[in-house]
């Protein structure tokens, strides 16, 4: 695993020239050039990428004085040996591309970056998860010793992988470098036993019925984000263009939160993921948090995280997180709200509404759930998973998606994709439990042993049984 790393870290370091810097170069008719590099697939990013494209909000800020070029790639590395080459100005990428991309540029001053806003976050660590062929016998993380996991290495996916492998104590797995659609294909096909990615791959096999979970990176209770760089010297440069960009970015954050069906079927049109799959992430009470603060929990979780990769790569040089991190540009862009909000842990765009089935408010976002009917423009709200599976029963219309919160972890996952549990004594509209892994549901039982398992299909029977 530690060869692979470093493997990767000196790819990365193989574009140090920065004579072809864009900064300051013409993209034609003389206008200046600003290159953002992104990766569609990788939906936590879309505000800064995929969603903010499709908007246009940032050429519209820019106005005509300015030629926007989009790069689109799988993962972070080939964004951040761009950016060592002078070659991409803006980028996004997960939490461990982030401290690759600072160590490969902090030394060169003319590719040195900042990191200056997030994309999206998970508290928990959920945007990250490992899946297995659905037939496979392994029901927790130790039950892939010896197993060949495929990841791409040095990304988020990777990182939470390494540090929930260290947790169980397991040593002896193989970790194979592959590109996110190389290592699905590899699941699919036997060639691996397990997969560990980042946002959107595990649920994407999931609703494929691909892959099923059996690791969800909040169990590790560690925050996982995406963010924002820029190289220094361009923003020094051209800090109107930087603005700029942040501010556009804060629109698309917006609309998001206050269009987040659109949001999920334009960001699908553009990369080819399900719908339901984006929406699952990107949607109200979604997996993903979107909001744009460098809070100071993410930037401890970044700490903590440079301790790790010192620990699995020696070529590593780490990272002085403190002086990577600079918001100036986005408070600036924020405005006067910038401390209240990143001072703020609650998600911007929770489930709410009237549930009609069981009567009750929609408050709780802890067990707010979520249902999507075939042919609807909007969403049901569900007070809980027990009233979702009602819904779900009583729905005389096909189901696109169904959206329940793990009982445990809080992390968003497919209904019918969930380990369901049943608690007799609970009142009807709590009687039934979800949770995202067979793992979580087994140490849930051992606290509430009155608990027992209940397949999907008789929990909605039963569901339905308690409403009448």
């Known amino acids: 695993m530690r060869k692979i790393l470093t493997a990767v870290l000196l790819l990365a370091a193989t574009a140090c020239s920065v004579s072809g810097a864009t900064s300051g170069d013409t993209g034609g008719e003389g206008k200046t050039k600003l290159v953002v590099g992104y990766q569609s697939k990788t939906i936590n990013t879309v505000t800064a990428g995929t969603l903010l494209r499709s908007l246009g909000y940032l050429e519209k800020r820019l106005g005509g004085k300015y030629a926007v070029e989009w790069q689109d790639y799988d993962t972070g590395a080939p964004i951040t040996a761009k950016m060592v080459a002078g070659k991409i100005d803006i980028g996004s990428m997960g939490d461990y591309p982030l401290l690759i991309n600072a160590s490969r540029t902090q030394s060169i001053p003319a590719a040195r970056t900042e990191l200056i806003s997030i994309t999206g976050y998970n508290a928990r660590g959920g945007l990250n998860m490992v899946v297995v062929p659905p037939a496979s016998k392994a029901r927790t993380l130790a039950d892939l010793k010896g197993a060949k996991i495929s990841a791409s290495v040095g990304s988020a996916g990777h990182g939470t992988l390494v540090q929930a492998l260290e947790k169980a104590g397991i040593t002896d797995v193989e970790t194979v ?47 996982t984000f995406h963010g924002v760089v820029v190289r220094q010297a361009y923003a020094k440069d051209h800090p109107e263009i930087v603005d700029a960009f942040l501010k556009a970015q804060i629109d698309a954050t917006r609309y998001l939160h206050e269009h987040p069906l659109q949001a999920a079927e334009s960001v699908a049109r553009a990369t080819g993921l399900p719908p339901e799959v984006v929406y699952l992430y990107n949607g109200r009470g979604g997996i993903a948090t979107f909001d744009v603060t460098l809070k100071q929990s993410l930037q401890a979780a970044h700490e903590h995280d440079v301790t790790y990769l010192k620990r699995i790569s020696a070529d590593f040089s780490g990272v002085n997180v403190a002086s990577f991190v600079n918001d100036a540009y986005l408070r600036k862009a924020y405005g006067p709200a910038y401390d209240a909000d990143r001072a703020s842990t609650v998600n911007p765009a929770p489930i709410t509404g009237k549930d009609t089935v069981c009567g009750v408010a929609v408050d709780d976002p802890k067990t707010a759930s979520e249902l999507w009917l075939n042919g609807e423009s909007e969403t049901l709200a569900a007070a809980t998973p027990s009233c979702l599976l009602r819904q779900v029963a009583a729905a005389k219309q096909p189901v696109r998606a169904a959206y329940v919160p793990d009982t445990a972890t809080g992390t968003r996952w497919f209904a019918d994709k969930s380990v369901w549990l049943r608690d007799p004594a609970a009142a009807a509209n709590a009687r039934f439990l979800p949770f995202t892994t067979e793992e979580g549901a087994d140490a849930y039982r051992k606290e509430h042993p009155k608990t027992e398992p209940v397949a999907y299909e008789a929990a909605l029977k039963g569901a339905g049984g308690d409403a009448r």
């Open 177 to 223: 470098n592959h590109q996110p659609a190389v290592g699905a294909a590899q699941l699919e096909s036997g060639g691996v036993q397990a997969y560990a990615q980042f946002v959107a791959w595990p649920g994407l096999l999931a609703f494929q019925n691909k892959g099923r979970l059996v690791y969800d990176g909040s169990a590790l209770d560690v925050p």
